[in-house]
């Protein structure tokens, strides 16, 4: 073999394969290898031999590549790219920075107390509510039965009673510490107020205290009295103890003295800490505005509650309405204003208000500034029989007594027959109860409507009043209420409202979802048009 061609072969014995792993005697060449039975020839390169000139770069060694970077122009190269990364880095960070300074800050929440967060819902004809043992009154372990439909109205909050003892005009013999036997015990108290809780419904406890008698606060000569004085005292802190959220006092108009209001409020102050706030509600007969204003302005209550609206008359003109509600948020000042239309005293709404004017009534109290009271019943137009003066009892189902007691009852239930029971309004959702649910989540959720600002924009016609409800960057609601019997074509420009907003939530079930042109608004007889549109900064 020449020494610059051939490679020399090596043989490599395989005498000692297996058998079975041995070529065949007579198998044809394959390949360059020369090969015979137990022989194979393969093709070896020797160590010292020559590389191919077909082999692959392998790229520069260290001290090359340490070499060429030292050179100059990779020197500049990799400066540049330095300095071109660090500068769009701090680009960046300065973008970074202007955007955070010039975007709109979100606004700081007002402090709010569960009060202030959503309806309360009154059940002070307790009797007339629901009866659990068939002796034709209503009583406390009535409500607790209750209590999931309670909690479906979306309200924060239930007034129960008065439930003591109270023998008419006789402070001696009223106990304002024990429970009346024909609501219940202490114990079935007890179970409606851990019930609730479950829920997340409060429970605040009427104490009104001559509640039977004549005169709620028995006589000024009374009022006067340390002994009087000291029961309620005593009365009040055994209750705050007991677990109820808060205390209401009906007909303070009466007070002559109201420094009491202070040393009760002192009380429920006392027995608060986070997250069990305790509240005081004085509530008033009283329709004239001048005398609510003044009470306004005098009382040391958390709220005060008063037929306000229904001082307004059963139909009254947008004008009035419009005034009537510029007035009273003026008079509340900084203090928490509430709505109500109607009350223990003075009826239902179904009963003070027109028909028509039932749902729009309703979109009112929910949509106002500050916090909406209803009377038990109110939701599904409950209404007080003709001639009859105690409460109207509940409307239930279509069951005998429409539900309210399993007792043959002598004289009629309530006002409105089986169309507008609670059974019967559950399933439709064009229903008076179906809007009231609507209303009251709203209530509860959107920040515009929880604590947002207040606006009453001009009337562009004489029977609709039309306002605004806004915070911050959240949703904003515009309100359109047509007090009229018929039709209103309602053009509505603003520099605060956009071209378009959705329908939220009207009172009249026929209307359509979508977005309506406010230029080009019309609503219909007696309806109340709830519309938002998003904030644009």
Not at 126 to 144: I, K, N, R
Not at 156 to 180: C, F, M, Q, Y
Not at 332 to 342: D, L, T, V
Not at 349 to 371: C, D, I, N, Q, W
């Amino acid at each position: 073999m020449s020494q610059d061609a051939e490679v020399d072969m090596k043989e490599v014995e395989l005498n000692e394969m297996e058998p079975e792993k041995q070529p065949m005697a007579g198998s044809p060449a394959s390949g360059s290898l020369g090969e015979k039975n137990g022989m194979v020839k393969v093709k070896v390169p020797e160590e010292d031999g020559e590389v191919d000139a077909g082999t692959k770069f392998t790229g520069l060694s260290k001290e090359e590549l340490l070499q060429v970077a030292g050179t100059p122009g990779w020197v500049r190269t990799r400066w540049a790219l330095l300095i071109l990364f660090w500068l769009g880095w701090l680009g960046m960070l300065a973008g970074a920075i202007v955007i955070i300074v010039q975007a709109p800050r979100c606004k700081e929440l007002p402090p709010q107390e569960w009060w202030h967060k959503g309806g309360i819902y009154r059940i002070q004809a307790l009797e007339a509510f629901q009866d659990s043992d068939a002796d034709g009154v209503g009583d406390l372990a009535g409500v607790e039965q209750h209590i999931d439909y309670l909690s479906s109205l979306k309200v924060k909050g239930l007034v129960i009673g008065p439930i003591h003892v109270n023998t008419p005009d006789k402070l001696a013999s009223t106990d304002l510490r024990e429970v009346d036997p024909r609501f219940g015990t202490k114990e079935t108290f007890t179970k409606l107020l851990e019930a609730a809780k479950k829920k997340g419904l409060k429970v605040i406890l009427d104490m009104t205290p001559n509640y039977r008698g004549q005169m709620p606060w028995f006589s000024q000569e009374t009022l006067r009295s340390s002994d009087f004085q000291s029961k309620m005292k005593v009365a009040l802190e055994f209750w705050l103890e007991f677990g109820v959220a808060g205390i209401q006092m009906e007909e303070v108009e009466k007070l002559s003295d109201s420094q009491l209001l202070v040393e009760w409020k002192n009380l429920t102050s006392q027995y608060s800490s986070d997250g069990n706030a305790r509240v005081l509600i004085a509530g008033t007969g009283q329709r004239d505005s001048w005398q609510i204003f003044s009470l306004l302005n005098e009382t040391d209550a958390d709220l005060l509650v008063s037929p306000y609206l229904v001082g307004l008359g059963q139909e009254p003109s947008g004008e009035k309405v419009e005034n009537a509600i510029r007035e009273y948020i003026q008079a509340s000042g900084e203090k928490w204003p509430s709505w109500s239309a109607g009350g223990p005293r003075t009826g239902h709404m179904a009963s003070l208000v027109k028909e028509r004017l039932l749902r729009l009534y309703h979109m009112l109290l929910f949509t106002l500034p500050g916090t909406p009271f209803t009377n038990y019943g109110d939701e599904i137009g409950l209404q007080e029989l003709p001639g009859q003066s105690s409460a109207p009892h509940m409307l239930w189902n279509d069951s005998a007594n429409f539900g309210f007691s399993s007792k043959s009852l002598s004289q009629g239930v309530g006002g409105g027959g089986i169309s507008i029971t609670v059974k019967a309004q559950s399933e439709d959702r064009s229903s008076l109860l179906s809007l009231f649910r609507h209303l009251s989540e709203l209530r509860g959720k959107e920040r515009s409507l929880l604590h947002g600002e207040f606006m009453m924009l001009p009337r562009v016609v004489p029977d609709v009043c039309i306002y605004l409800r806004s915070w911050d960057q959240n949703k904003r609601f515009l309100v359109v209420l047509n007090l009229a019997g018929n039709s209103s074509s309602v053009p509505i420009s603003h520099s605060l409202l956009p071209p378009e907003a959705t329908v939220e939530l009207s009172t009249d079930p026929q209307r359509q979802e979508g977005q309506l042109a406010l230029k080009d608004l019309t609503l219909k007889p007696s309806e109340g048009l709830l519309l938002h549109f998003p904030y644009v900064a």
